[in-house]
């Protein structure tokens, strides 16, 4: 039977130390690089939301003058009829206010 000696029990403690820290070197460095991409992932979705919330203004704005617009459109057209033109004029504030009543109501 073969006698274990300190030194033996010594080099093994430091072998196994040393793949510890090497396995918690790596463990690190991978933590880091990953917590690093969620940081710069996390700034760039805010930067999107942020250009998500100016684009829905936008299109608030941009739906307001369109109903403007199409109203102004309608008074035309109704002038229009009451200066006695038919036809066209008739079928289109037909058609726009339809579709008025129908966006009321979505």
């Given at each position: 039977?073969?006698?274990?000696?300190?030194?033996?029990?010594?080099?093994?403690?430091?072998?196994?130390?040393?793949?510890?820290?090497f396995?918690?070197?790596?463990?690190?460095?991978?933590r880091?690089?990953t917590?690093?991409?969620?940081?710069?992932?996390?700034?760039?979705?805010?930067?999107?939301?942020?250009?998500?919330?100016?684009?829905?203004?936008?299109?608030?704005?941009?739906?307001?003058?369109?109903?403007?617009?199409?109203?102004?459109?309608?008074?035309?057209?109704?002038?229009?009829?009451?200066?006695?033109?038919?036809?066209?004029?008739?079928?289109?504030?037909?058609?726009?206010?339809?579709?008025?009543?129908?966006?009321?109501?979505?």
């Amino acid at each position: 039977m073969e006698l274990i000696t300190l030194g033996q029990i010594g080099g093994g403690v430091a072998l196994i130390y040393g793949i510890l820290k090497f396995i918690e070197y790596i463990y690190n460095l991978l933590r880091k690089s990953t917590l690093d991409k969620i940081d710069k992932n996390s700034k760039a979705i805010e930067e999107l939301k942020a250009e998500v919330g100016v684009l829905k203004s936008e299109m608030q704005d941009d739906k307001e003058e369109r109903i403007i617009i199409l109203q102004g459109l309608l008074a035309c057209l109704k002038g229009l009829q009451e200066q006695g033109c038919d036809g066209a004029v008739t079928e289109s504030i037909t058609n726009i206010e339809k579709y008025l009543m129908r966006k009321s109501h979505d």
